[in-house]
T-cell receptor
Framework: DAKTTQPTSMDCAEGRAANLPCNHSTISGNEYVYWYRQIHSQGPQYIIH???NNETNEMASLIITEDRKSSTLILPHATLRDTAVYYC?????????????FGTGTRLQVTL | EAQVTQNPRYLITVTGKKLTVTCSQN?????MSWYRQDPGLGLRQIYY???????DKGDVPEGYKVSRKEKRNFPLILESPSPNQTSLYFC????????????FGPGTRLTVT
């Protein structure tokens, strides 16, 4: 799996968009970008994944650059409940290796 | 409600006293796995199971055992716990090994003294 680099921490005002960047310059052609989050000591929660196109679901949007070397997770209207550690993971498609390897992630603090 | 449950949520035990952490999912998922999470080391996979009676080692299997006799249950067994197994443990499941999304349990905080 490709290595990822994320900022250690970020702040965001409630109601504003939270943009969480991730660098993955060594990503391979068949590797996907996943995002999970972990609210303090709870189990990680899947957010979204993508290969090369931008993706959106009810939780967030994922923007992947054209060269696929970086991506941004966007929470459009952050709330206090979005305070968590966000993990960007790059890995091959499921089936070849199903484990998830989490790094240290970005600690997002949403404030009033 | 679709969920992964773990028991106990908290456990303090002594070195060498065998223990089992249970994991159960009600989503008819084929794939289940165990992770441990330690400060500065992230989440590391211990064991995984692709289906009933099929288990395999993850990255850090030493000192652990698992079994998968039923599809819904995947217990983690520590035959002789040691202090270096003090950690936060998570069970996870997914529809199959081909699924993109994994569902995690609430975690079990284990302390071995």
């Amino acid at each position: 799996d490709a290595k990822t680099t994320q900022p250690t921490s970020m702040d965001c005002a409630e109601g504003r968009a939270a943009n969480l960047p991730c660098n993955h310059s060594t990503i391979s052609g068949n590797e996907y970008v996943y995002w999970y989050r972990q609210i303090h000591s709870q189990g990680p929660q899947y957010i979204i994944h993508g290969l090369k196109n931008n993706e959106t679901n009810e939780m967030a949007s994922l923007i992947i650059t054209e060269d696929r070397k970086s991506s941004t997770l966007i929470l459009p209207h952050a709330t206090l409940r979005d305070t968590a550690v966000y993990y960007c993971i790059v890995r091959v498609p499921p089936g070849t290796a199903s484990k998830l390897t989490f790094g240290t992630g970005t600690r997002l603090q949403v404030t009033l | 409600e679709a969920q992964v449950t773990q028991n106990p949520r908290y456990l303090i035990t002594v070195t060498g006293k065998k223990l089992t952490v249970t994991c159960s999912q009600n989503m008819n998922h084929e794939y289940m796995s165990w992770y441990r999470q330690d400060p500065g080391l992230g989440l590391r996979q211990i064991y995984y199971s692709m289906n009933v009676e099929v288990t395999d080692k993850g990255d850090v299997p030493e000192g652990y055992k698992v079994s998968r006799k039923e599809k819904r249950n995947f217990p983690l067994i520590l035959e002789s716990p040691s202090p270096n197994q003090t950690s936060l443990y998570f069970c996870a499941s997914s529809l199959s090994r081909l699924a993109y999304e994994q569902y995690f349990g609430p975690g079990t905080r284990l302390t071995v003294t």
